[in-house]
Nanobody, 120 residues
């Protein structure tokens, strides 16, 4: 199987920065897209940013210019650099990966989530 382990959440003041990391491990042949989603209390989970194996990125309008997604394919790791944070960025952030396993099965895998809290 495949696991995603996230780290880097925490408490920060408005205007500050956080860097999230997500490392994939297990029976991985390759990982196509990796992404970050978030879910605030009482709201639906939404896409924050995604990146393909080739480095093509996509961002939610609300984070463009403030957040940067990147990945290290050799380490099966994706990062989310979050700058100029706002209180409305407070949410649980989930890592997502579209994985092709060594048995050539496609899996969509989610991390356990990491909480980012931005105080005003």
């Amino acid at each position: 199987q495949v696991q995603l382990v996230e780290s880097g959440g925490g408490l920060v003041q408005a205007g500050g920065s956080l860097r999230l990391s997500c490392a994939a491990s297990g029976s991985i042949f390759s990982i196509n897209a990796m992404g970050w989603y978030r879910q605030a209390p009482g709201q639906q989970r939404e896409l924050v940013a995604s990146i393909t194996i080739g480095g093509y990125t996509n961002y939610a309008d609300s984070v463009k210019g403030r957040f940067t997604i990147s990945r290290d394919n050799a380490k099966n790791t994706v990062y989310l650099q979050m700058n100029s944070l706002k209180p409305e960025d407070t949410a649980v952030y989930y890592c997502n990966a579209q994985v092709l396993t060594v048995l050539r099965a496609y899996l969509e895998v989610w991390g356990q989530g990491t909480l980012a809290t931005v105080s005003s």
